[in-house]
Structures are given as C-alpha cells and as structure tokens.
C-alpha cells in the first residue's frame, strides 16, 4: 500500500478547504472526554492544514445515532475537547453539507478550523449515498482521510469522498499504512505474529490469513486452550471452543504445509477459581491439568522459549494477551513477552508493530506502548487488516 498521496503532494493550500475525515467518537464521562488519544492522533494533520492556510473542516461520527439526530450524540459534545488538545478555537456548524455549510466556510478565515456534525446522523453516510457524498463534497476543495479506525467501513465521508475530490492520507493515516506495510505487506524476515484473546471463533480469518504469511505464530489467551485440546491435551476446566477443534487443526495443517511454525504453551499457570492470586494457583506442564482447574497464563519456560524466537526475528505483528492480563497475577506471560519484544526492538532488531484495544491496553499495563515500532489503536479495521481484507476507505485513496 504505497501508491496513496500524503499531504506532502499538496501544493498552495491558501484558502482552500480542507474536508478531513477524523476519529472523535470519544469515550465520555461527565460530559468530558476520558480518553483524548483519538482527538492527539489527528492533531498533527489538522495543525498542518490551518498552519498552511487551509480552512479546515473536520467531519466525525460520535456513538450510534442510526441515521437520525440525538442532541446527545451531536459532535458539539467533544467540541470542548478537541478545543483543548489542538489548544484551537473550534466553528462547530450543525450541518455536513448545504447552504448553512457553505455559510459557514464564507465566514471562516484562512487556518480556520470548523467541526460539522455527526455525520451519522444522516442515513446517507452509512449507506455510503453517492448524492450525500456529492453533496458534502459540494463545499470542499480537497479531502483527507485521517481516520484508519473507521476505514474498513464503505460510508460516504470515509470511501465515497475520495470519488468527488482529490483525495490524500492525513499524517496519522500515513504512519499507520507505512507501518502495516512494514508488518505483513513488505516484511524483513522472518516474521512472527503473537495472536491471543479468549476466542478462536472470533479470530479465524486471521489465523487462516497468518500462517500463509509468517514464519512463526504464537497462540495465546483462551484461544491456545482450543489448539491444545485439538491435541489432544485435557484442559480441565478452562475457556475452550471444542466444537473448533477440527478447524484447529486444519489451521495448524495449513501452517505446516506454508513453512509456518504454531507455537503453543508447554508450561501453564492453571487456578480452580479465576481470582487475584488465588490459592489454588500453580505452575505445571499443559499435560498435567486436572480436570477441575482451568488455564489462565502462560508458564515461564513457554515464554522465555517464545522470547527466545522473537530474537531470531526482524518483524513482529501483535494482536492479543498470552493470559487473563487483567487479573494479577495472569499478566505475568504477557507482560514478559511484551517487554522482550520492546527491548528488540529499542535495540534495532525488531519492527514491531500492535494493535487492538485489548493489546493496547496490555501494553500499556507492560509499560512498554511507546517503546512499540507502532500501536494502532484501530480495532476492527486493526482487525480486518490482519485478515488480509481490502479496507474501502483505504482502497479509495489509492484509486
């Protein structure tokens, strides 16, 4: 994915408007953003476009509103909020498209910025009507998508834009599609990919994805158990999908015949209850669970044997815990594992790259997010790319 144009194929921007699809469907708490990630994210783009002159129109979503308007849901909730971050005064227009949108450019200044309105709450967006792309596009001069998280869905203001205006990658975009790139589009080898969560049904197209790309795939969290038992190793009484244990195996066939090796733990932290610390706890081989205990980490040997693999590799894709993170002392496999992957890659060895909302906040509990080559904060579209799947609002850039 390299034949997409960045800001830096602008050229005088003075006085045109800018229309930029952002993230700023923020989590909010007592009228206030908890978490303004999304909002410092795009600050960069925007900050760029107003400095060059530009009049900067931001269009968002902000919760579910399904194609009507809720006061609640208006992007004026996080006007304050973005205020703040880009330390900016903010237009908020109350409109996407029409006369009171192009009212509004008229009364905005050169470096201006403005912040329309949910754009969900017309039904046009999500259907992805070309007439309601048209009509927003009515207003602009050029577009910008800055909102990977909402590009694997084909809505108006994310894919239908880049049909009726020259479309560009903002600077967040941009860093998240080198880096993609960089993880499985053009990899050093080889590769090693860290999948983990509860689930395998939830990750299967991933998984069948993967083992055609990487040299090396790690299996953690509930889903390992659903690998062990296709095995044939008893689990207990552990988060497990038996009825996937054929599809288990086919994948792990699919790895053997692509030249892809699937690691699963050896050694195990297995507890009767799931509690902090519980005295149950203990530390055995995957073969000795009994039947009333239940897999909740993985064990020491495992993961410095899966640090030791990450030291042989030049890429690194993570999406996922190795074990019940959330709960001391289950964080222990990943928090390790995290901090070896870090270290290679501080040291130059490794490109690593993570996402999902799980795996950032993994992350972040390992103390270690920054220290990552890249952390998406996407999580479906994080998802969907790990699938192998065309992402429209991606796709439309480079058309």
Known sequence: MSNFRTLDDLGDITGKVALVRVDLNLPMQEGRASDVTRVEAVKPTILELADKGAKVLLLAHFGRPKGARHSTMSTSMVQGDVERVLDREIMFIPEVMGPVVEQAVGILRNGDIGLLDNVRFWPGEEANDPAFAKGIAANGDFYVNDAFSASHRAH???????HFLPAYAGRSMEAELRALNAALGDPETPVAAVVGGAKVSTKLDVLHNLVGKVQHLIIGGGMANTFLAA????VGKSLCEHDLTDTANRIMDEAGHAGCTVHLPYDVVVAKEFAANPPSMRTCNVHEVAADEMILDVGPLAVEALGD????????????????????????ATVALARTAAALTQDGSLTSVAGGGDTVAALAHAGVKD????VSTAGGAF?????????????????
Do not use: H, Q, Y
């Open 309 to 332: 693999v990450l030291k042989t590799c030049r890429t690194l894709v993570w999406n996922g815990p190795m074990g019940a993170f959330e709960t001391v002392p289950f964080d222990a």
């Open 383 to 399: 998802l969907e790319w790990m699938e192998g799947k065309d992402l429209p609002g991606v796709a439309a850039l480079s058309e």
């Open 371 to 374: 220290d990552f080559t890249f």
């Open 156 to 162: 108006a203001t994310t894919e239908g834009l880049a």
């Open 231 to 234: 095995k044939g190793v008893n």
